[in-house]
């Protein structure tokens, strides 16, 4: 295989050409300079690469010039599809540390040993808006991990809300088409505010809880390290006794929770389109890691018969103070990848990636998404050989008979294609075997909850739409529900269907009337009546852990937060000096901000040199 050199970080001799083009060069012919020549991709070293070859020095371009070619030929294909969805996003690499073993849950191999490192890769993402789009838009974040164990991959494709829009995978694509830019207009990018997805929104009522949820200031994250991410479905542990136990993942920001409010995203997103993803660049630069705990809720099928809601529907959440979040360890995110390309770009996060000791469950959403990613990727990525890529590459072996396919990088020896064989009896390669004992077996599920017929049909379990959605407002801080009909007053503005505004109204008759009111009063439109229910929603019990602001993960603290001190002309020294060391006293990170790049000359007339300009730095 080809191999790369790191890029040299010699001098070169620079001379100017004939038209005055630099020419940085290579000067000595040594050994010591092997690893500066720039050279083809068939290793061939470049002598001019500022100039065509031409027939003349004004004449026309000769096709035999195989350096050109090559160049343009390559940068041509360059770009590969983004993705479907979460085509925005940035990502780190760093570890899980396990706090305590955990084999009575499950035996998967991460989960054994306490205070054991797993190394892990996790991507952050909007959902809606294209790959070159801005981080601060109001969407859902996706919350990836990829965990490379030593028993092979495992994924946890999550976000940072924990419930979502739809029950049954066979909607995804509907929900996905009136969310994107709008089929004949192409517009609007990155955003929600638009007819097709509230008119969509509004005939699904299931979606309600998750509404609430994405107009509320969750989707505003100030840093992807202040927001805290979900697995959303339940899943299942498995210990080695085969015992079963359902399981809902949860990650919890050490910085807490904190969210900028819409006026700020507005601006931000204009100012620094890249804000979160320089905001983790930055973080990580400086030492200052992002740090999340991995937090489960754990039951048993006996808790899931008598909750109040089906544990497989993933629009709804298990409260925490029903059933509390068990910290078992944390996620530290130290390292930027090398390459944003390489790593970020053609990483590929699959649900499917499981390890022995984790399992499924039927949640129809869940099961689908099982299907969607590797298919997706294969397109994406253009071979079905994308998991060799580095990023993709588990770290632990892998042994199959899988062989060949676009891009195979990998050179099996031997005869051995496949299995059963004999091949080791004549003393040849004879390959893998599978192992009942440490191989994954599928957790065999209680009947009752397969009965064996086919049918396309909802569960009659999953027809509460409201319930939650209604907790969900009620358990927020009277600032947050504010920003919330804020939020739903901007959104439906921008709907131009009257009748999609009406039905709309009519569904958060059935969440809060109140909140039905406020929204109609900022559209100056009459409230209609309540949209008709299947279920009437039920009062439950407010969850303070839904809320951010007095809520049980607001952590009224600088640690992790840049401080923007503002100066200019004039400005006191002493004074400034004193801000600053308050800050640093509290862990935070003074940044100083002045009206002009070149900062400013303050009392005394000392200059102070600044880290941002007033209109390009905002908060
Ligand atoms: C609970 C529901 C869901 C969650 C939490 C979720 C989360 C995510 C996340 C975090 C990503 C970005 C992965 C990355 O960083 O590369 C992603 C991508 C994607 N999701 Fe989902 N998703 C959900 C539902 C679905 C469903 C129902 C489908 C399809 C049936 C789906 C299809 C996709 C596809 C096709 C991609 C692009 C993958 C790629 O090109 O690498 N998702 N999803």
């Known amino acids: 295989m080809a191999t790369r050199k790191t890029p040299t970080t010699k001098d070169f001799a620079s001379e100017r050409g004939e038209g005055d083009e630099l020419h940085q060069r290579v000067s000595g012919r040594g050994a010591a300079d092997a690893d500066s020549y720039l050279t083809t991709n068939q290793g061939i070293r470049v002598s001019d690469n500022q100039n065509q070859l031409k027939s003349g020095k004004r004449g026309a371009v000769l096709l035999e010039d195989f350096v050109l070619r090559e160049k343009i030929f390559h940068f041509d294909h360059e770009r590969i599809p983004e993705r479907i969805v979460h085509a925005r996003g940035s990502a780190a690499h760093g570890y899980f540390e396990l706090y305590k073993a955990l084999p009575s849950l499950t035996k998967a191999d991460l989960f054994q040993r306490a205070g054991e490192r797993t190394p892990v890769f996790a991507r952050f993402s909007t959902v809606a808006g294209g790959a070159g789009s801005v981080d601060t838009p109001r969407d859902v974040r996706g919350f990836a991990v990829k965990f490379y164990t030593r028993e092979g991959n495992w994924d946890l494709v999550g976000n940072n809300i924990p419930v979502f829009f739809i029950q049954d995978a066979m909607k995804f694509p509907d929900l996905v088409h009136s969310v994107k830019m709008e089929a004949d207009r192409g517009y609007p990018q990155a955003a929600s505010a638009h007819d097709t997805f509230w008119d969509f929104i509004s005939l699904m009522p299931e979606s309600t809880n998750m509404i609430m949820w994405k107009m509320s200031d969750r989707t505003l994250p100030r840093s992807l390290a202040t927001m805290e991410g979900f697995g959303v479905h339940t899943f299942r542990f498995v210990n080695a006794k085969g015992k079963s136990t359902f399981v809902k993942f949860h990650w919890k920001p050490k910085l807490g929770l904190q969210s900028t409010i819409w006026d700020e995203a507005v601006k931000i997103a204009g100012a620094d389109p890249d804000f979160h993803r320089r905001d983790l660049f930055e973080r990580i630069e400086r030492g200052d890691y992002p740090e999340w705990e991995l937090g489960i809720q754990t039951f048993d099928q006996e808790f899931a018969d008598s909750f109040a809601f089906d544990v497989l529907d993933p629009t ?237 993960r607001q952590r009224k603290t600088l640690e992790g937060r840049c401080v923007g001190i503002l100066f200019s002309d004039g400005s006191d020294p002493a004074e400034i000096n004193t801000v600053r060391a308050a800050v640093e006293a509290a862990k935070g990170k003074p940044v100083f901000i002045s009206p002009k790049i070149g900062g400013a000359k303050l009392k005394g007339g000392k200059l102070l040199a600044a880290d941002g300009q007033l209109a390009g730095t905002p908060s």
């Open 316 to 552: 709804k959440i298990i409260p925490e103070e029903i059933i509390p979040v068990k910290m078992i360890g944390r996620m530290v995110l130290d390292r930027w990848p090398d390459n944003f390309f390489a790593e970020t770009e053609q990483s590929a996060f699959c649900p499917a990636n499981i390890v022995p000791g984790v399992d499924f469950t039927n949640d129809p959403l869940l099961q689908g998404r099982l299907f969607s990613y590797l298919d997706t990727q294969k397109s994406r990525l253009g071979t079905a050989n994308f998991h060799q890529i580095p990023i993709n590459a588990p770290k632990c072996p892998v042994m199959n008979f899988q062989r060949d396919g676009m891009m195979q990088m990998l050179q099996p020896k031997g005869r051995a294609n496949y299995e059963p064989n004999s091949l080791n009896e004549a003393d040849e390669v004879t390959g893998p075997r599978e192992s009942a004992l440490l191989g994954f077996s599928t957790f065999e599920e209680p009947e009752h909850d397969a009965d064996g017929s086919k049918l396309r049909i909802r569960a009659e379990s999953f027809a509460d739409h409201y319930s939650q959605a209604r907790q969900f407002f009620h358990s927020l801080h009277e600032a947050e529900q504010a920003h919330l009909a804020s939020a739903l007053v901007f959104e439906l503005s921008k709907v131009g269907l009257a009748h999609v505004r009406n039905r709309m109204m009519g569904n958060l008759q059935n969440v809060d009337e109140g909140l039905a009111q406020r929204v109609a009063d900022g559209l100056g439109l009459p409230l209609p009546k309540a949209s008709a229910t299947a279920v009437a929603a039920q009062e439950l019990d407010p969850s303070p852990a839904l809320r951010i602001v007095e809520g049980p």
